[in-house]
Each structure stands twice: as C-alpha cells, then as structure tokens.
C-alpha cells in the first residue's frame, strides 16, 4: 500500500511517499516543490505545480491526502480533490486544511490550540479528535499577524519611509537593490506577493541582534498574540496550551515561550513542519492512514 502526503503552504509544498505493509511503514520518496492555494491558484497553475511532483515522486498510488492553506471550505477542498486526481491514478484522495494537519501533529489526540506561523497565520481550537473553532483567515491584507508576510510588510515600510535607522537602511539596499518602483510592481502586479513580502525573513533573522529588528519581532509578536488568542477562553490557554507550527514559529521560539510565560499561559510543542509528526504517527501506527 502506498500513501501520498502533501504539506502545501504557501512558499512551498513538501510531498511524502510512505509504503506500508501490516507492519511497517517506510518513506519511500520525498519533493519539494512550489507553494499551492487554492485561493491564489487557479485550477491550471495548480494542475502544473501538482505534475511536476508526480514526475519527481510517481503517479499511482492508494491514497493521497493532501494538508494546505486556504483549503477550508467544501468548495476548496473539492477543487484541490479534482486537481489531484486529474493528474494522480489514485482512487482515495481527501483535502484538508493545513489547519487540521497542524493540529493533529502538535495536539495528537487531546484537546487544545493548534497555531500555524509560518508565511501566513492562523489558529483554531482541536477537541482531540477534529477542530471545532478556528480564528478567522481574512489573508495577508487584513491579517496574518505572526506570519513572515506581516514582518516583511513591517519592515519594507519602514526602509522605504526612511523609519528603520539609517545603518539597517544601508544594509537592506546593498542586500536588495530594490527600489519603490520594484516593490510596487512585485505587491500589485506580481503573482503571490505574499510570498514575496514573505521572502525577507532572512534578513529579520540575520540582522535580530539590532535593536531595531529586535523591537520589530517582538512587537508583531506581541500584536499576533494579543490578536490572535483573544477569542480563546482563559482556561483554554492556561490548561490546555497552545501548539505551534511553521517556521517563523520556530524561530522565535524563545521570544513566544516568554511572551507567554508573561501571561501564564501555557505552551505544548513547536514543530517546522506538520508533516513530519503526521509521518512519526503514521509510521508508528501502519493502516492508520493519517
């Protein structure tokens, strides 16, 4: 029996092939490919992205369970469903959100708060067994607070208003070479300018020891949690915690784990990648099929 996992967020999307047997369950195959949305993506460019990992990890298996962002609604998860299986042979394929995915790898099976920080963000509720609230997704215009893309918006605006001190100026443009003009046309006329605003999370984390970027992360930090975990009852987050997915999550770990500590709130784990938990699970517990 084989089982395709996709992790599509999105920057990027991790694809995993596990064989199993009655026994054992092993990672047969792995790619990296670009990111997928069903909310950014039309059906073409998705079928696209979706051939270049069946040429890279194969194309028939038994089951294929597909995690991603924006993939919340029924309307979604059934245009994810026919784009998978107009390029995949597979009589089994379910969609779901990377909500969903996040929160089965950090909760397992108890309850508790699930919260992806990755290029977007976003948390919900998991009662154990399935998400039974979730915050609203509202995108990287109005939202995603936490998510690289809010850091990136944070701190292009304050290098091309001449806000950040003049050394971190200096250093962005020798890094860059960007004007307004560039930024402009990548934001408005560019495809996926989230992942885009997103992309200078390298910079963030190389230049953190500046008190300037320093004050930056800690200050989105603390407006995504004051945000974010409001519509969460007290008893929720001081008992049942709080799991973290995605990468700038992990990043800042040490910044979260004190902002909460500060709150009396309690943390349960941080994980990159969901999938990876998805795979231990999978792996200990053969036939489960995620």
């Not at 979706?50 to 995690?67: C, P, T």
């Not at 039974?132 to 091309?160: Q, T």
Request: aromatic share 8%; proline share 5%.
């Amino acid at each position: 029996m084989t089982i395709l996992l996709a992790d599509a967020g999105s920057t990027k999307t991790d694809w995993v092939c596990l064989t199993e047997n009655q026994c054992i369950a092993c990672i047969d195959g792995s790619f990296s490919g670009p990111g997928i949305s069903p909310v950014h993506n039309d059906s073409e460019s998705i079928c696209n992205i979706l051939m270049q990992a069946r040429d890279a990890i194969g194309h028939s298996f038994d089951h294929i369970r597909f995690f991603g962002t924006g993939v919340g609604s029924p309307e979604l998860k059934m245009k994810i469903e026919e784009c998978v299986a107009s390029v995949f042979n597979c009589p089994d394929i379910k969609a779901d959100s990377d909500m969903a995915a996040a929160a089965r790898a950090v909760l397992g099976n108890s309850p508790g708060i699930a919260c992806i920080m990755g290029t977007g963000s976003n948390s919900c509720h998991y009662n154990g067994s399935a998400i039974d609230r979730k915050s609203a997704s509202l995108g990287f215009i109005l939202d995603d607070d936490g998510g690289g893309v809010a850091f990136g918006k944070r701190l292009l605006a304050d290098i091309f208003k001449n806000v950040a001190p003049g050394k971190i100026i200096e250093l962005f443009h020798s890094s860059y070479r960007l004007s307004t003009p560039d930024v402009v046309r990548h934001i408005y006329r560019e495809p996926s300018p989230n992942r885009w605003i997103a992309g200078f999370m390298p910079f963030i984390v190389d230049h953190i020891e500046n008190p300037y970027i320093a004050n930056l992360v800690d200050s989105q930090i603390e407006r995504f949690i004051s945000r974010e975990f409001a519509i969460y009852p007290d008893s929720e987050l001081t008992d049942e915690g709080v799991g973290f997915v995605g990468s700038v999550a992990c990043l800042f770990e040490d910044r979260i784990r004190k902002a909460f500590y500060d709150r009396g709130w309690k943390v349960r784990n941080f994980t990159p990648k969901p999938l990876e938990e998805l795979i231990r699970n999978e792996m200990n517990s053969p036939g489960a099929i995620i």
